[in-house]
């Protein structure tokens, strides 16, 4: 599974809220360090263009927030109202990066 | 009208430094200072990063010393900066940190002369010139470097002394004070101004920084927990004529920092008083932040630093200075 594929199950009024709540996460996330370079500097670069309440703003935060704490991150979309299902296919997106 | 700066200390990973980079500069602060210990990332490196994904703040080590860092090798690293980012670049120069030179025994020979000395080979090599000083601690013939840039880098003096803040008003394009009460602020600014006069320059022509220690939150004691360390850390440090100024027992400081020394945070967080936090920091709501500022600005003031904590949250904390305390200050 793509992470877009649950990007496309948070209703759209709610991006800016998760983009905020993923970007807490893996600001405060003591395995921060765990972030490959590529993903790192791809958010720096759609942060600079304030693209991050987008889909592949929301993609990237997504596979960062797995990486960091998938618990908290799955928790995150669950209180935003995205189905349990959904939620639990967190751990199976597929990740472009090499962690 | 006040300008607004940051002070990061690169403890952090340096995409998080990097991210409240691109957010202070969208949120209208102008100025970006990163703090210069060998026990934390690179400053420089951390600068060059910021530089690719930011436009337009202007930043600079804040500050680095010239006792680590020979002024050659400093003006060669706000040189090459200065090329990636033209016209952005700062650089802010003290004598460093007893405690961390003290750790590779560096000493801090003939402070004043030697930031004289290299703030001369500094200017000299970023303007293009050949740096030559026969001085008293650094010795350069005509070192000149091999590539040019587009403009001079402004370059700003850290200083608390009375002779180093005569001396920044003397030969700095800026001064970056440490201190956060008008009290101690007044004082450094008299000392400015008369260093100033007998340089035959008027104080106006420089940037008069106020480097704090800030915590916003909307929440008082939100805010006043952040602080708490940082002050404790200040309080510790601080000469005892600085204490006195604000009615602080040397005792109690002593207290403080014996605790720190023996990493008992909880004894040296808790004997911090509220005098202390507002003798050392500006912090509250935003609304009793802007009150306080505004007392800084009225002394003088023409760059208001936020430096650590910030606030308990980084993040939330430059949007709250970036909606609710720099529009007050916006003509």
Redesign the interface.
């Known amino acids: 599974m793509e992470a877009t594929s649950i990007v496309k199950e948070i209703p759209a009024s709610l991006w800016e809220t998760t983009a905020e709540r993923l970007?807490?996460l893996i600001?405060?996330a003591p395995s921060?360090?765990r972030?490959p370079p590529g993903l790192?500097?791809s958010?720096?670069?759609i942060?600079?263009r304030?693209q991050l309440a987008t889909e592949t703003g929301l993609c990237r935060l997504l596979e960062a927030a797995k990486i960091v704490d998938a618990e908290k991150a799955g928790a995150i979309l669950a209180e935003i109202g995205v189905q349990a299902h959904t939620v639990a296919s967190l751990r199976e997106i597929k990740m472009p990066w090499k962690v | 009208m006040v300008k607004f700066g940051l002070e990061f200390v690169p403890r952090e990973l340096y995409w998080r430094t990097t991210y409240y980079a691109i957010q202070a500069e969208r949120s209208g602060f102008e100025y970006l200072w990163i703090t210069d210990h060998f026990n934390n990332r690179n400053v420089y490196v951390s600068l060059s990063i910021v530089s690719a994904y930011t436009d337009r703040i202007k930043f600079g080590p804040g500050v680095t010393n010239p006792y680590l860092c020979h002024p050659v090798v400093t003006a060669q690293a706000v040189a090459s900066l200065a090329e990636i980012a033209p016209g952005r670049v700062l650089c802010g120069i003290g004598v460093g940190d007893k405690t961390t030179l003290s750790m590779v025994n560096t000493e801090q020979v003939k402070p004043l002369a030697a930031i004289r000395e290299a703030v001369g080979v500094i200017r000299a090599i970023t303007s293009g010139k050949d740096a030559v000083s026969e001085g008293e601690v650094f010795k350069v013939s005509g070192v000149r470097l091999n590539f040019s840039i587009a403009s001079p880098v402004p370059i700003y003096l850290g200083a608390q002394g009375p002779r180093m803040l005569s001396l920044a008003a003397e030969l700095g394009d800026g001064v970056l004070i440490n201190a956060s009460h008008p009290k101690d602020i007044e004082s450094a600014l008299g000392f400015i101004k008369d260093g100033a006069t007998k340089a035959g320059r008027s104080a106006d022509s420089l940037d008069v920084a106020a480097y704090t220690s800030f915590s916003v939150h909307e929440d008082p004691k939100r805010a006043l927990k952040a602080v708490v360390p940082v002050v404790a850390f200040i309080v510790a440090g601080s000469p005892d004529v600085v204490l006195q100024r604000h009615g602080i027992q040397p005792e109690i400081a002593a207290k403080i920092r014996d605790a720190i020394s023996h990493e008992k945070w909880g004894d040296a967080f808790g004997s911090v008083t509220p005098d202390m936090v507002e003798a050392f920091s500006v912090c509250g709501t935003p609304d009793e932040c802007v009150e306080k500022i505004s007392r800084l600005v009225k002394l003088g003031v023409t760059q208001f630093v936020t430096g650590s904590p910030i606030g308990p949250n980084v993040r939330r904390s430059i949007n709250t200075i970036g909606t609710k305390i720099l529009p007050n200050f916006k003509g």
């Open positions: 970007t807490d600001l405060s921060g360090f972030l790192v500097h958010i720096l670069y942060w600079q304030d």
